[in-house]
């Protein structure tokens, strides 16, 4: 999906959901920064 290695997106995702105020923008596929 977007040229991403599914697992260390789902990775950066927990991390940043994890974060008291994540940017749920920035975690959308086709705004992941590798």
Do not use: S, T
Request: hydrophobic share 45%; aromatic share 12%.
């Amino acid at each position: 999906a977007n040229g991403l290695i599914l697992y260390d997106y789902l990775v950066k995702c927990m991390k940043e959901l994890a974060k008291a105020e994540p940017d749920i923008d920035a975690l959308l596929p086709w705004n992941f920064k590798h």
